[in-house]
């Protein structure tokens, strides 16, 4: 694996998706790690999280702050400031920030996804809101991402 010299700055402007409350760092891009993985930090809105997806990528999650209930494979579990999550490709998920303070962790991706370009267009396919699910398998088309219903609410139980 290849891995180039990179400084991402605590100071650049995320790429903001007020529909699912997410401002989004690209920490590192695809191209610095020969597309093997890329890293980008989230912070999500209390309440705030993505509709329930799968793609092929698998994500590492690292809790930097805060506290969210995940969902995946149908089982919905509660991950903490320094916990870890891994959730393989292909596998449906979702999580939501069940606090009253935006909630902040790391994500790594692997095999690269282009997450700069990708959130960018859906943030302009939710400027109005989170559209039906047709529309975002429409666009989730081109990126090999399906979209499979509401976001995780903080209203759902844990089963583990």
């Given at each position: 694996?290849?891995?180039?010299?990179?400084h991402?700055?605590?100071?650049?402007?995320?790429?903001?998706?007020p529909?699912?409350g997410?401002?989004?760092?690209?920490?590192?891009?695809p191209?610095?790690?020969?597309?093997e993985?890329?890293f980008?930090?989230?912070?999500?809105?209390?309440?705030?999280?993505?509709?329930?997806?799968?793609?092929?990528?698998?994500?590492?999650?690292?809790?930097?702050?805060?506290?969210?209930?995940?969902?995946a494979d149908?089982?919905?579990?509660?991950?903490e400031?320094?916990?870890?999550?891994?959730?393989?490709?292909?596998?449906e998920h979702?999580f939501?920030?069940?606090?009253?303070?935006?909630?902040?962790?790391?994500?790594?991706m692997?095999?690269?996804?282009?997450?700069a370009?990708?959130?960018?267009?859906?943030?302009?396919?939710?400027?109005?809101g989170?559209?039906?699910?047709?529309?975002?398998?429409?666009?989730?088309?081109?990126w090999?991402?399906?979209?499979?219903g509401?976001?995780?609410?903080?209203?759902?139980?844990?089963t583990?």
């Amino acid at each position: 694996m290849s891995i180039s010299f990179l400084h991402s700055r605590g100071t650049e402007a995320p790429i903001k998706i007020p529909a699912i409350g997410l401002d989004l760092f690209v920490r590192m891009p695809p191209a610095a790690s020969s597309g093997e993985f890329c890293f980008i930090e989230t912070i999500n809105a209390p309440g705030a999280g993505p509709p329930r997806h799968r793609h092929r990528e698998a994500e590492i999650f690292r809790v930097i702050e805060g506290r969210y209930l995940y969902e995946a494979d149908g089982r919905r579990f509660y991950a903490e400031a320094g916990d870890v999550v891994s959730i393989p490709g292909g596998v449906e998920h979702g999580f939501c920030n069940v606090t009253d303070k935006p909630a902040r962790q790391y994500i790594l991706m692997a095999p690269a996804l282009d997450a700069a370009t990708f959130f960018t267009e859906l943030a302009g396919v939710m400027h109005d809101g989170i559209p039906d699910q047709a529309a975002l398998n429409d666009f989730g088309l081109k990126w090999h991402v399906e979209f499979l219903g509401p976001p995780v609410s903080r209203n759902d139980q844990p089963t583990d």
